[in-house]
């Protein structure tokens, strides 16, 4: 029987049974947490369109609060459901997994777009333009950068409020990024989270031409990722004959009921199954940032408004580890032997590469934007444990190192000089004597990043390491303890720097922050001391929600 043939008679089956089309069976309390950010991303689009323009800031800023805390109330109300342990399953057809995972990570990104929504909002810290308060983003975004348009949006006081419904689709994918139980949804996901982050990063205010570059180069690598991880999707189709992924485990296990010839002759190809594999796991760790994926991040993070690098970075690494985790556990945990060695070497080079490249930084972001480098190689030694009490650890260490992260970026915020922020090194010379208060909040950010004990990052890297070294990945421990060392030198020195080197007379000053960045970094600073003074309950938590749904 020719293919037309087959073709043919499956389109006559289908004609000839209308009614046979099954209706989707979607269960809309268990997705509640996207559909309200996405709902609200709507909104915002709306009000972008309806509302007279000095109305908007205000109107977004309401939505974008009051939905992301009624989605976190959502996931709170589905884990108090037992959602996320025995009644956990597998939603939409098929497409979504509400499990224990899901929704801790979901937990976690919302309540990290909340307190990212804050620093967007920031308002007080540039000088007041023509009578206006001005926030990180450009006037104008379409106005070319120095031009006569963009000085006429500055003078009239226009702001870009388009970054709230932009910031709430971004967190839309990520909620279903790591919730996805199909490849095309993960796929989807990546997408509509991964387009208004492009958009954000061409937004700032100062250094216009620098952002642009910076959206420019994530957008092409961003590109070249995404059309990785589909070619992966679609080899993986071609291995399995579904894009599910208990479907594709069941055919990797060999445990299929029904095998069609079809089937049969590619099941055995285990060409498609490893090069797919690997395709996907290259577009994952592109978002994660492990070496040798990285080159976007240390120009991103420089390049963007600093408030949404901290966003960036903060959510889209819990997004992506998820979504790594549960593609290693769920889909290819019958690859074990074969994935196990390449992620050993990409968490070494991960870890030394950039702890020992951020020794070299003299720009504050690009430091961390290697210090979150090296801390993806951190992580993913939980990942590597391959035992339940790694996908703990990594959940908690996602956890306790996305607030450190978010406070950090926060604080980079405040210290301007006429330029705006003023990002070198250098200019952070004696700032503790200047303004203790802030260089001291800095300190204990640096501090958890080190992994020094009472913080969050002590916390999260014991459970990560000892997570590993129960799994068997000793050595790697070893590397990553020796790769914390490397990485605690440059914490220090800046940590030196602000308290004991004379302050510049050009120096730059700190701005004082409205309620909203002052909270932001005041939430960053509890959540890193609470984890790490009295880190059981979450790490009870985490261990709760560590189960995946199959």
Request: glycine share 10%; net charge neutral; hydrophobic share 55%.
């Amino acid at each position: 029987m020719t293919h037309a043939a087959t073709v043919h008679s499956l389109w006559t089956t289908a004609a000839a049974a209308p009614d046979k089309i099954p209706s989707p069976d979607i269960e809309y309390g268990q997705l509640s947490p996207t559909l309200i950010v996405l709902g609200a991303a709507i909104v915002g689009v709306l009000i972008e369109a309806f509302l007279p323009r000095r109305q908007r800031y205000v109107a977004q800023l309401f939505v974008s609060v009051v939905a992301l805390a009624a989605a976190f109330a959502a996931v709170i109300g589905l884990a108090a459901g037992d959602y996320g342990t025995s009644k956990s399953r597998v939603a939409a057809m098929g497409a979504i997994a509400v499990d224990g995972p899901a929704l801790f990570l979901q937990g976690t990104i919302l309540l990290v777009a909340l307190v990212a929504v804050f620093t967007f909002a920031e308002r007080r810290l540039d000088p007041v333009a023509h009578g206006n308060r001005v926030d990180s983003f450009a006037a104008q975004a379409a106005a070319v950068p120095g031009g006569d348009a963009e000085k006429a949006a500055v003078k009239a006081g226009f702001t870009t409020t388009e970054v709230f419904p932009l910031v709430l689709f971004a967190v839309g994918g990520m909620l279903v990024f790591p919730s996805a139980n199909d490849l095309l949804t993960l796929f989807v996901a990546l997408e509509v989270f991964s387009l208004p982050l492009y958009v954000l990063c061409a937004l700032a205010r100062r250094q216009r031409i620098l952002s642009q570059e910076a959206a420019v180069k994530y957008f092409l690598l961003g590109a070249f990722s995404s059309a990785f991880l589909l070619f992966g999707i679609a080899l993986l189709y071609g291995y399995a004959g579904t894009v599910t992924y208990s479907g594709i485990a069941d055919v990797v296990d060999g445990q299929v009921r029904n095998v069609t010839p079809a089937l049969a002759g590619t099941m055995g190809n285990d060409a498609l199954l490893l090069i797919g594999g690997a395709m996907l796991l290259m577009g994952l760790l592109f978002k994660i940032g492990a070496v040798p994926f990285h080159m976007w991040t240390p120009d991103v993070y420089q390049g963007a408004p600093t408030p949404v690098t901290g966003f960036m970075a903060a959510a889209t690494k819990v997004a992506a580890f998820g979504a790594l985790l549960r593609l290693l556990y769920v889909v290819l945990p019958g690859l074990r032997w074969d994935w196990r060695p390449v992620m050993w070497g990409v968490a070494i080079v991960t870890m030394l590469g950039g702890a020992i490249v951020a020794v070299t930084q003299t720009d504050v972001k690009r430091l961390l934007a290697y210090s979150s480098i090296a801390h993806a190689g951190f992580i993913l030694a939980g990942v590597i444990a391959t035992t339940p009490e790694g996908i703990s650890s990594v959940l908690f260490y996602l956890a306790a190192y996305s607030f450190v992260t978010l406070g950090a970026f926060s604080v980079v915020t405040l210290v301007r000089d006429a330029g705006g922020e003023a990002t070198h090194l250098s200019k952070w010379a004696g700032l503790g004597r200047r303004s203790p208060l802030v260089a001291a909040v800095f300190a204990v950010f640096l501090l958890a990043f080190a992994g020094i004990p009472l913080t969050s990052g002590f916390a999260g890297k014991f459970a990560v390491f000892k997570a590993a070294a129960d799994g068997g990945a000793g050595a790697l421990v070893v590397i990553g303890v020796i790769s914390s060392a490397i990485a605690a030198f440059f914490y220090i020195r800046v940590i030196v720097l602000m308290f004991f080197s004379e302050p510049r007379t050009d120096g730059p000053s700190v701005a004082v922050p409205s309620p909203l960045t002052s909270s932001a970094i005041a939430i960053g600073v509890a959540v890193t001391v609470v984890l790490g003074v009295a880190p059981q309950y979450f790490l009870d938590l985490a261990s709760q929600a560590g189960v995946f749904v199959r």
